[in-house]
Each structure stands twice: as C-alpha cells, then as structure tokens.
C-alpha cells in the first residue's frame, strides 16, 4: 500500500515554460516532506523540504507547496531548463519513532525539458 | 568536501553467492541508512545506524541480508545466497545527526544483478 503516490510516471514541458510535479501521500503522521532529483547512474540528490507548518518553501527556481487537508503537495520548477530533466521523489517522513528518520519515497516522475 | 560513496557501482552475482557492498558516509556524519531500489520504483528503507548501533533493521526483506557498521563510519551490507529478486539498486545515505529535518545524502548507489 503506497503511502506516497506519484500519479505522473512521465511529464514533458518546453523549455522556459513552468514544470509542476505532484505528490499525494495518505499517511496523516507525516509532516515533513522533501523533494530528491535523480539522474542516471547517480543518487538521489536532495532539492528542497518543507515542513507542514508552512504551505510553501521557495529555493531560486524551485517552490514546494503543502496542503495538508488535502495531503498534497507539489513542486514548481520555472523557468524550467534541460539540465532539469531528471526523475522527481516526493519522499515523506514523520515526526516520532520510525517515521523520524525513515523517508518513504513515491515512485518517482521523469521531466523532460525540451530545448 | 566528499559526498557519500559506495563500491563497487556495480556487482553481478550468481544465484547463491554472498556478496558484500560497502558504503563510506559523509565525514562527521552520525546517522547511515540503507534502502533498497527496486526498478521503476522509490527506494525503501532497509536499515538505519547511530554511530556503530543498528537502532532499526526492519526493512531488512530475509535474514540473508546483514548490515554493520562497527566503527561508526563505513558500513557494509552482505546479502547470503543471493536470490534473483535480490537484483536492485542498493542506495548508502547519511545525515549529520538524527532529527526528522535532517537532510539524508545519497550515494551513487551498487547496482546488483542476480543471475
């Protein structure tokens, strides 16, 4: 039972153009949540986080939002560039016990930013 | 300075056999983490160390898979008679110290091939 979903497998966008990325998560106890882009035959490199006490955390291009009642958060990439393109995790944690230190990742989305 | 790294990138193992995959953390950093990725999906927590101490092996999927640390710096995990659905990509991330907001950095992850 996936606890953190990401519904797009794939998603293209132009270059210059805003890449949106979704991330749905059904386990009420997590309450921070990160975002790791991923290239070929490399690791997950972390992007950026946010806490559930804030709705939205900005780093230069890339903005993360949080609607907790909805269990949804979404990351924004603009302007997006093809050096963006990459597999996306949404990955989730809790504040106690295991859920403390273990990420619980989704399955991932892959940008592709066309020149 | 030096990120996490882990060796080999690459191992092809045939049914049966052990294999050992060794991971070296970030310098200074308290917490290591092991997670497993399967292909097409996220990674999924193996097992997490304190210092030298493995606080949680619950992911662990068999008891033919090991993990040590017993220095508190590199980290080896062994897989016992490797099995074909033990092919996957084994990911080493370390954190400075744990706390849910604490970032975990990847490795560029073994990439193992049961045959």
């Known amino acids: 039972d996936q606890q953190v979903k990401q519904n797009s497998p794939s998603l293209s966008v132009q270059e210059g153009r805003i890449s949106i990325l979704n991330c749905d998560y059904t386990n009420s106890m997590f309450d921070y949540f990160l975002w790791y882009k991923k290239y070929p035959a490399e690791g997950p490199t972390f992007l950026i986080s946010i806490s559930s006490i804030k709705d939205k955390n900005e780093d230069g291009r890339f903005t993360v939002f949080l609607n907790k009642s909805a269990k949804h958060l979404s990351l924004h990439i603009v302007p997006s560039q093809p050096g963006d393109s990459a597999v996306y995790f949404c990955?989730?944690?809790?504040?106690?016990?295991?859920?403390?230190?273990?990420?619980?990742f989704g399955k991932g989305t892959k940008l592709s930013v066309i020149p | 300075g030096a990120g996490v790294s882990q060796s080999p990138r690459y191992k092809v193992a045939k049914r049966g056999q052990d294999v050992a995959l060794r991971c070296d953390p970030i310098s200074g950093h308290v917490s290591l983490f092991w997670y497993q990725q399967a292909l097409g999906q996220g990674p999924e927590f193996l097992t997490y160390?304190?210092?030298?101490?493995?606080?949680?092996k619950s992911g662990l999927p068999s008891d033919r898979f090991f993990a040590e640390r017993p220095e508190g710096s590199v980290s080896t995990l062994k897989i016992q008679r490797t099995q074909q659905e033990d092919s996957a990509v084994y990911l080493c991330?370390?954190?400075?110290?744990?706390?849910?907001?604490?970032?975990?950095?990847f490795g560029p992850g073994t990439r193992l091939l049961v045959l």
């Open positions: 990955a989730a944690k809790g504040d106690s016990g295991a859920g403390s230190y273990q990420l619980t």
């Open positions: 160390f304190q210092n030298e101490a493995q606080l949680d």
């Open positions: 991330a370390s954190s400075r110290r744990t706390g849910y907001q604490e970032t975990q950095y």
